[in-house]
């Protein structure tokens, strides 16, 4: 499967902006769908996962309460809802898929996931 992210760009901060990943060539309504971000000399962070059910969700401590991510499996898409925006979120967003079960915990860590999307950038400014 391919994954293809967008929606991201520049915003003050306190703004928002909403993430889209579709997937093309397969379907991903098995998967655990996650987004992680990087930045320049820092490794891969965890931000969000999904449940393939889309029902059950985990979040970064970090953007708690500031981002919402969901899914459309008859649409093969995933979105991640992003308020509050900070500078701090600064970074290349990813997204991407894995068949790890959800009750591993292990959704929050790259080695999850084996289909990744190409980045899309968000600036957040002062």
């Known amino acids: 499967v391919q994954l293809q992210a967008s929606g991201g760009g520049v915003v003050q901060a306190g703004g928002s902006l909403r993430l889209a990943c579709v997937a093309a060539?397969?379907?991903?309504?098995?998967?655990?769908m996650g987004w992680f971000r990087q930045t320049p000399g820092k490794e891969r962070e965890f931000v969000a996962a999904?449940?393939?059910?889309?029902?059950?969700?985990d979040y970064a401590d970090s953007v708690k309460g500031r981002f919402t991510i969901s899914r459309d499996n008859a649409k093969n898409t995933v979105s991640l809802q992003m308020t509050s925006l900070k500078p701090e979120d600064t970074g290349s967003y990813l997204c991407?898929?894995?068949?790890?079960?959800?009750?591993?915990?292990?959704?929050?860590?790259?080695?999850?996931?084996?289909?990744w999307g190409q980045g899309t950038q968000v600036t957040v400014s002062r």
């Open positions: 999904v449940r393939w059910s889309g029902d059950k969700a």
């Open positions: 991407a898929a894995g068949r790890t079960p959800w009750g591993s915990n292990f959704y929050s860590d790259y080695e999850a996931y084996n289909a």
């Open positions: 060539g397969g379907t991903i309504d098995t998967d655990t």
